[in-house]
T-cell receptor, first 113, second 112 residues
Framework: DVKVTQSSRYLVKRTGEKVFLECVQD?????MFWYRQDPGLGLRLIYF???????EKGDIPEGYSVSREKKERFSLILESASTNQTSMYLC????????????FGPGTRLTVT | RKEVEQDPGPFNVPEGATVAFNCTYS??????FFWYRQDCRKEPKLLMS???SGNEDGRFTAQLNRASQYISLLIRDSKLSDSATYLC?????????????FGTGTQLKVEL
């Protein structure tokens, strides 16, 4: 079974703090994604990566950066957290070999106070 | 215009009913199409892929109309356990990778 894990289920941070969200997948997938999900707005793509050290902006990259130093790990960084970044963050990886099925981690609910 | 649009619902239906959801997409170069299911406070999970010829998986039927740029999901004989949010997903090639764009989801509530 594909497993995508995220470092925290719940996180509370203060405005201005630097926040790291870690995601690890164990299926050797090349493509990995970070989304945020908000009521009424659905899943919105922040960044994705199609290979180690490669990244591409999604629809809402402002205020975020990413790091992909190893194939299995994709990190999302909030350089200076703000209250409008309070959200559910979901990491995913994709099987591009056959089904293009996207496997999600359990999510991190981040609250910025 | 949003890349992928869905009616947010909720669709409230009695058990045993047939219910259909539609989803429209704006990028005519979109390549692959999927329906995902998301339960409350859980991550999305793949329900089924959508093929041009249409495909069926038990009580679920998915169809794609490329000319009109929409996909549909039909659920027959609804069960209480079908209550969830159904997300339409469209993929496209960008840069060196595949980008998936999600609709905002359609909420289904199946009632006794």
């Amino acid at each position: 079974d594909v497993k995508v894990t995220q470092s925290s289920r719940y996180l509370v941070k203060r405005t201005g703090e630097k926040v790291f969200l870690e995601c690890v997948q164990d299926m050797d997938h090349e493509n990995m994604f970070w989304y945020r999900q908000d009521p009424g707005l659905g899943l919105r793509l922040i960044y994705f990566s199609y290979d180690v050290k490669m990244k591409e902006k999604g629809d809402i990259p402002e205020g975020y950066s990413v790091s992909r130093e190893k194939k299995e790990r994709f990190s999302l960084i909030l350089e200076s957290a703000s209250t409008n970044q309070t959200s559910m963050y979901l990491c995913a990886s994709i099987d591009t070999g056959t089904s293009y099925e996207q496997y999600f981690g359990p999510g991190t609910r981040l609250t910025v106070t | 215009r949003k890349e992928v649009e869905q009616d947010p619902g909720p669709f409230n239906v009695p058990e045993g009913a047939t219910v259909a959801f539609n989803c429209t997409y704006s990028n005519s170069a979109s390549q692959s199409f999927f329906w995902y299911r998301q339960d409350c406070r859980k991550e999305p999970k793949l329900l089924m892929s959508v093929y041009s010829s249409g495909n069926e998986d038990g009580r679920f039927t998915a169809q794609l109309n490329r000319a009109s740029q929409y996909i549909s999901l039909l659920i027959r004989d609804s069960k209480l356990s079908d209550s969830a949010t159904y997300l339409c997903v469209v993929t496209s090639l960008t840069g060196g990778g595949n980008k998936l764009t999600f609709g905002t989801g359609t909420q289904l509530k199946v009632e006794l």
